[in-house]
């Protein structure tokens, strides 16, 4: 179970972390370690500690929820971001430019775009970063390639990952999605702040119905 931050830049080969290269993701009280805890931010291991530390409690309200049919997710509870992501997940490769980003974008009705290179995940883009590069750099415009930007920061994540924890780390990286990667280090789906602001709605419905 782990959560990551990759840093801003190109888009050369995977920017996914160490981690997530060929190597499978272990269970949720693995922890590495080779790969330290950093104190001055949160990053992946922060959330791999407290997931470990946790992860009793959650086996025991998954196998309630099994025993009694009910739901374990109730607020505070795991709940696995694979519950949450969506698989219609849209990529392009670096080679592409911003304006067919955007396109792709219209077309499928999205506002975030996984990037590419060399078939690895390279970058996550989302429509209002690309609106931004193209005002605050009128003179390159959108015909730019993703290839020769400095892409965003982006978040990636197990399916297994707390979705709670995953939401904590969204906003404190002022991060509006996550890629989920599977134990091959292949995009498999993507969490987005409207998934929260749904399971959100759905709960209080719920509530306001009993």
């Given amino acids: 179970m782990s959560i990551h931050v990759s840093e801003p830049g190109r888009p050369v080969g995977t920017r996914l972390p160490e981690v997530f290269r060929n190597r499978a993701v272990g269970n949720v009280t693995e922890l590495e370690p080779e790969h330290a ?3 001055r ?5 922060d959330a791999e500690v ?7 409690r959650r086996r025991a309200l998954e196998e309630y929820g099994q025993v009694t049919g009910q739901d374990a997710d109730a607020e505070g509870s795991y709940l696995p971001a694979s519950r949450l992501a969506s698989t219609s997940l849209i990529s392009l490769p670096a080679s592409a430019s911003l304006e067919e980003g955007l396109a792709a974008m219209n077309r499928h009705d999205i506002d975030h775009l996984a990037v590419t290179a060399d078939q690895s995940v390279a970058g996550l883009v989302d429509r209002q970063w690309i609106l931004n590069w193209g005002h605050d750099h009128p003179d390159q415009g959108l015909a730019e390639t993703f290839s020769h930007i400095e ?4 978040l990636t994540a197990t399916p ?3 979705a709670h924890q995953l939401a ?7 991060l509006d999605a996550a890629l989920l990667i599977d134990r091959d280090g292949t995009a498999i789906g993507m969490v987005t702040g409207t998934d929260f602001l749904r ?3 759905e709960a209080s ?3 306001g119905s009993v």
Avoid: C, K, V
Avoid at 41 to 45: L, Y
Avoid at 50 to 56: E, L, R, V
Avoid at 168 to 174: F, G, I, K, P, S
């Fill in 160 to 162: 297994e990952t707390d």
């Fill in 151 to 154: 892409l965003p920061a982006f």
């Fill in 41 to 45: 931010r949160s990053d992946a291991t």
């Fill in 37 to 39: 805890i950093n104190p």
């Fill in 168 to 174: 904590r780390l969204m906003l404190a990286h002022h």
């Fill in 199 to 201: 399971l959100y709605a």
């Fill in 50 to 56: 407290i997931n470990a530390q946790w992860s009793t």
């Fill in 205 to 207: 419905r719920h509530e």
